[in-house]
């Protein structure tokens, strides 16, 4: 399967393996070089109310690997210069995002779950949560 290049910084599509047959879908993800770091954390989003929103900050450290595992969300990403749009709506592919991008997801359909496995260990102070500190800082290290 060839996947769509994205324009935001070192972001990129990763391909998730899987097999069907009769009794139904299977994916899975190895953690090797494809993936890119090795992960130190793993969590879900899960139950949102309709109309809300997650993520809306950057990180100076983490690489995340955002997975759909049921329904669908738009995911927009920044990098200080590039913005996109892309939907995660599909098992099989699984978007990274490195540090140095703001994202945030929205327009999540009824029953949606995301898991999102994480470079590092939970750290509020590698967050930037203001997009205006974000972009001085992304500015400084593109």
């Known amino acids: 399967m060839t996947l769509p290049s994205l324009k935001t910084r070192n972001c990129r599509w990763l391909s998730v393996p899987g097999k069907i047959d009769e009794r139904g879908n299977i994916n899975f993800l190895e953690f090797d070089q494809k993936l890119g770091f090795v992960p130190r954390r793993l969590f879900w989003l899960h139950g949102i109310a309709p109309g809300q929103w997650r993520g809306r900050h950057g990180h100076r450290e ?11 969300c738009k995911v927009h990403l920044d990098d200080g210069s590039v913005t996109e749009t892309v939907s995660l709506d599909d098992p099989g592919r699984a978007l990274h995002i490195p540090p140095m991008v703001w994202h945030e997801l929205t327009d999540f359909a009824p029953q949606t779950a995301i898991l999102v496995i994480a470079s590092t260990f939970y750290d509020e102070a590698e967050y930037l949560r203001d997009y205006e500190t974000f972009r001085r800082e992304a500015a400084r290290t593109a």
Do not use: D, Q, Y
């Open 62 to 72: 983490s690489h995340l690997v955002t997975l759909v595992m049921n329904g669908s």
